[in-house]
């Protein structure tokens, strides 16, 4: 036990009796385990002793500073600063004692990376995707995880001690996961021919290519979020993520979800439309209180990027999405001339669209059955 006076240092003020012992009881069990009295101060003042355990259980001991990284990697101090903003962290400070061997093992992959082949810009590249990918990881595992593992009048001492066995047994199934997804997703990208007969000749990655790009988003959102708690709101998105994951069966790829919308990209334009026909009527019938989609559909050169995709299809499926009639699929007429037989086609006027040259020919899609829509035709 240390010797520490913790009423003295102002780090039980407030508490009493049991709750009073229990934060004794941790602040003495990190103490022991090497936490600096700075340390453990801060971690009162944000409110984060709780979940100190388990960050020691992630980052381990970390007494490097980034400029002693880099050197024991042999990397330049630059480039890891570089990845580690890349990968949306806060910029260290060079003497900041905040790094361990992982880190080191970590700068020594990065300079591996580059050393096979890869471009620098290409790698940070890479690591911009992957922050952001893992940001938004992190956070759904550590809401899961905290809502699974927190009891009603738990002792600090006690939910930091489960938290950090639970972070033990977990975390490493957690990256043996992502270790598999990535490879899945991977071996996809190649099974759908990433590299073609063409960049084999010139041995140069195409730039854009012809591809038609969904966008279906919820309607009435923004009024929603205005009526509606902000766990609620959350659930509806993570509704839409499920339904578009859910039909996005290969040739249809889902890019991204962004809250309100998801963007679907393919190849091939009739299993595209099929894809948000299906994603709207599910809309349609799904629970009491789900809002109502609305999709665009928009064909032409895009290029692919770092997981995601730019060019006027891209833009236009945007626009054409926004002037939508809830519960219907607009397409532009370059959709629609390729797949004009599929589908059950009504007019829905010459739009204007924000930040499109010109007027655009615009057709609502419907299957021939006579499903998803209400087969009043003309749309404006």
Same mark, same amino acid.
């Given at each position: 036990?240390? &010797?520490?006076? !913790? %009423?003295?240092? *102002?780090?039980?003020? /407030?508490?009493?009796?049991?709750?009073?012992?229990?934060?004794?009881?941790? @602040?003495?069990? +990190?103490?022991?385990?090497?936490?600096? +009295?700075?340390?453990?101060?801060?971690?009162?003042?944000? %409110?984060? +002793?709780?979940? @100190?355990?388990?960050?020691?259980?992630? /980052?381990?001991?970390?007494?490097?500073?980034?400029?002693?990284?880099?050197?024991?990697?042999?990397?330049?101090?630059?480039?890891?600063?570089?990845?580690?903003?890349?990968?949306?962290?806060?910029?260290?400070?060079?003497?900041?004692?905040?790094? /361990?061997?992982?880190?080191?093992?970590?700068?020594?992959?990065?300079?591996?990376?580059?050393?096979?082949?890869?471009? %620098?810009?290409?790698?940070?590249?890479?690591?911009?995707?992957?922050?952001?990918?893992?940001? =938004?990881?992190?956070?759904?595992? @550590?809401?899961?995880?905290?809502?699974?593992? +927190?009891?009603?009048?738990?002792?600090?001492? &006690?939910?930091?001690? =489960?938290?950090?066995?639970?972070?033990?047994?977990?975390?490493?199934?957690?990256?043996?996961q992502l270790d598999y997804v990535c490879n899945?997703h991977m071996r996809e990208g190649i099974r $759908?021919?990433?590299?073609?007969?063409? %960049?084999?000749? $010139?041995? #140069?990655?195409?730039?854009?290519?012809?591809?038609?790009?969904?966008?279906?988003?919820?309607?009435?959102?923004?009024?929603l979020g205005e009526n509606l708690p902000p766990?609620?709101?959350?659930?509806?998105?993570?509704?839409?993520?499920?339904?578009?994951?859910?039909?996005?069966?290969?040739?249809?790829?889902?890019? #991204?979800?962004?809250? &309100?919308?998801?963007?679907?990209?393919?190849?091939?334009?009739?299993?595209?439309?099929?894809?948000?026909?299906?994603?709207?009527?599910?809309?349609?019938?799904?629970?009491? /209180?789900?809002?109502?989609?609305?999709? *665009?559909?928009?064909?032409?050169?895009?290029?692919?990027?770092?997981?995601? !995709?730019?060019? =006027?299809?891209?833009?236009?499926?945007?626009?054409?999405?926004?002037?939508?009639?809830?519960?219907?699929?607009?397409?532009?007429?370059?959709?629609?001339?390729?797949?004009?037989?599929?589908?059950?086609?009504?007019?829905? *006027?010459? =739009?204007?669209? #924000?930040?499109?040259?010109?007027?655009?020919?615009?057709?609502?899609?419907?299957?021939?059955?006579?499903?998803? *829509?209400?087969?009043?035709?003309?749309?404006?």
């Amino acid at each position: 036990m240390s &010797d520490v006076d !913790w %009423e003295k240092e *102002g780090l039980v003020e /407030g508490l009493e009796s049991a709750e009073r012992d229990a934060r004794i009881e941790l @602040l003495e069990q +990190l103490h022991d385990d090497g936490v600096e +009295l700075g340390e453990l101060r801060k971690a009162v003042e944000e %409110e984060r +002793l709780t979940l @100190l355990p388990v960050e020691r259980v992630i /980052g381990g001991d970390c007494d490097m500073t980034p400029k002693e990284v880099a050197e024991k990697a042999g990397v330049d101090l630059s480039l890891t600063q570089r990845n580690w903003q890349a990968l949306g962290l806060t910029r260290l400070p060079e003497d900041a004692r905040v790094l /361990g061997a992982r880190d080191v093992e970590a700068a020594q992959q990065l300079k591996n990376l580059i050393d096979a082949g890869l471009p %620098e810009d290409g790698v940070l590249s890479i690591a911009r995707v992957m922050g952001e990918g893992m940001a =938004r990881i992190s956070d759904a595992v @550590l809401d899961v995880a905290g809502q699974a593992f +927190l009891n009603a009048g738990e002792s600090e001492h &006690d939910l930091a001690v =489960r938290y950090a066995d639970a972070a033990r047994y977990l975390i490493p199934l957690l990256q043996e996961q992502l270790d598999y997804v990535c490879n899945l997703h991977m071996r996809e990208g190649i099974r $759908t021919g990433y590299i073609n007969a063409t %960049e084999r000749a $010139t041995g #140069k990655l195409e730039g854009a290519r012809n591809v038609g790009v969904a966008f279906a988003d919820l309607v009435g959102f923004t009024k929603l979020g205005e009526n509606l708690p902000p766990e609620e709101i959350g659930g509806l998105a993570g509704e839409l993520a499920d339904l578009a994951a859910d039909v996005s069966q290969s040739p249809v790829r889902l890019v #991204k979800t962004i809250g &309100d919308a998801a963007m679907l990209v393919s190849e091939d334009n009739e299993a595209l439309i099929e894809a948000v026909l299906e994603m709207v009527g599910r809309a349609d019938e799904a629970r009491e /209180g789900f809002p109502q989609l609305r999709a *665009g559909v928009a064909y032409g050169p895009a290029l692919s990027r770092a997981g995601d !995709w730019y060019g =006027r299809p891209v833009n236009v499926a945007s626009r054409v999405t926004s002037v939508a009639r809830p519960g219907s699929v607009l397409v532009h007429a370059d959709v629609r001339d390729a797949v004009e037989d599929r589908f059950q086609w009504s007019f829905a *006027g010459k =739009r204007k669209l #924000k930040g499109v040259k010109g007027e655009q020919s615009l057709y609502r899609a419907r299957q021939r059955n006579g499903s998803n *829509g209400d087969g009043s035709g003309e749309d404006d």
